[in-house]
């Protein structure tokens, strides 16, 4: 059992144990598997983050608030 300690007061997580974290976000590569996989390809043919995140929004491909890609986000994506 692991136990982590709260503002003095201990708790066991079983998420903790079986993903190394408790709560937050979910990572790209965990939220979305497929536009990450198709980012790292597109970008290991040669494409710049900005043709790469053209590419994902031509493809369908948006973001968790429905809005397309930006460079900057596929450069984040990728560097996780």
Known sequence: MIYISRGG??????????TGK???????AEAM????????ALHANG????????????QGHVTRTGKPHVASAVQKMLGR
């Open 9 to 18: 007061t201990l708790i066991y997580s079983p998420f903790f144990i079986t």
């Open 22 to 28: 408790c709560e937050g976000r979910k990572s790209y």
């Open 47 to 58: 494409l710049s983050y900005r043709k790469v995140a053209a590419e994902l929004a031509t």
């Open 33 to 40: 598997p497929d536009t990450v996989a198709l980012a790292k």
